[in-house]
């Protein structure tokens, strides 16, 4: 991987310097490369990086400071701000968000994205019209976000993926950000977005609450939607939903089939059925509800179990520590046939210093291990579909530890090694359909 080839020559010029600088030198240096590492915008990170790890510092003092994060300021903007920010291929997003008069910076905060509906629309203009009356929704208890979504940009297509991300990313350089409490709500198309999300990129969510939305509008070829939808990636989070009786779209008759069939599945679904249109006039009788929900289920960074299922490789391959980096038959890329292209599937169970994988269609994977999971004294051991694939001791690495808290900016999810595995050898036979999906 070329980071690890640049990265490496970064720590080889620094052995080459001779003896190393005193301590109280070292760890000076390092708290300054650290401050211009969290100041630093997504593309200088791994510059900033670099200069981290030329400072030497040990795994486990580098992992305290990680883990510690930024000092953020009292004197930050507070209350409505609406900003405009562009992605990599130019496309400019209107977003708004309301941080509470009473931010303290001491303080983790909780957000909430709110997903509007009717995304078949021209691009909006500045002033925030996609959500009017955000008052009765926002609150001093969380910071609310408020993207936009249109007819070139719908919720479910990948430029809206890094949209999201790279919004919540620009929050935690500002604002004390709960990592583990970050949930989205949708309403309408929104809540049909928010079911996007549960299928292809859960990662950096909590929870998902999809109101008066339905997902089988990702299986119409008309929504346009990125990918494929595997019901398995559902079972790795939980759902508040919400529908109408009378709703002319997405009526209770016609949602409560899913949720069965998903509950059958073990998936953690919380469903409520009022006697409404395709509105929100119940949204005030269930705001408690909406709130215990939210409290009682805050993300686990490190899941001692994890289920994934891709048809990609460049994108929507990884589910918290596992990601999936090469299919039996090859990846899919964008231009992919899906009907014809591989699949995988991943099961991930962790006790210990023991994972356990079962794998269908899967070449080749990397576990992130954190040393909030792992002991890494010990030997860990991977058993992958009934045979032993790995069974040693590894080495906490500040390299692999400074990359990934580049990619995830997230104080609880840090990784001291990455463990990449070749199945190829232990796959049997062609790879199987592992899971429910659109064809």
Known sequence: ??????????????????????????????????????????????????????????????????????QYSKRVPKGRREKVRENADGMPFRYFF?????????????????????????????????WPEWERVASDDYIAVFPSSWTAARWWQARQVDNLRAILATLKETYNVDENRVVLVGVSDGGTGTWFYGFRDITPWASFLPFIGHPVVLLDPLARADGTMFADNLANRSFF??????????????????????K?????????????????TWWPEEAANI?????????????????????????????????????????AGPEGDEARSPRGRVIASRTDNTIVLETEGVAKLTLLLSPSEIDFSRPV????????????????????????????DDR???????????LHRYAEGPAKDPGVGRE
């Open 1 to 70: 991987k070329m980071w690890r080839a640049r990265w490496g020559a970064g720590a080889a010029v620094a052995l080459l310097l001779g003896m190393s600088p005193p301590a109280h030198a070292q760890t000076g240096e390092a708290d300054r490369a650290l401050e211009r590492f969290w100041r630093a915008s997504t593309e200088e990170r791994d510059v900033r990086a670099d200069e981290v790890l030329a400072a030497g510092l040990p795994f486990d003092s580098l992992h305290a400071r990680l883990a510690g994060g930024r």
């Open 98 to 130: 309301v941080v509470p008069e009473s931010y303290d910076p001491a303080r983790r905060y909780p957000v909430r994205f709110f997903l509007h509906g009717n995304v078949n629309r021209a691009a909006p203009e500045k002033g925030g019209e996609w």
């Open 241 to 262: 939903v919400v529908s109408g009786t009378t709703d002319r779209l997405y009526p209770t008759s016609e949602v409560a089939p899913w949720i069965e069939a998903l």
């Open 264 to 280: 059958a599945a073990s998936v953690d679904v919380v469903f409520r059925s009022h006697a409404s249109g395709h509105d929100v």
């Open 291 to 331: 709130d215990a929900f939210i409290a009682a289920r805050p993300r686990d960074p490190h899941p001692d179990r994890v289920v994934w299922v891709t048809e990609r490789t460049d994108r929507y391959n990884r589910a918290h520590w596992v990601v999936i980096d090469e299919l039996l038959g090859g990846g």
């Open 381 to 408: 051991r991977v058993e992958a579909d009934g045979g032993v694939v790995f069974d040693g001791v590894l080495e906490p690495d500040p390299t692999t530890l400074v990359r990934w808290a580049a990619v995830d």
């Open 412 to 422: 609880t999810m840090l990784y001291g090694a990455e463990l990449e595995l070749d």
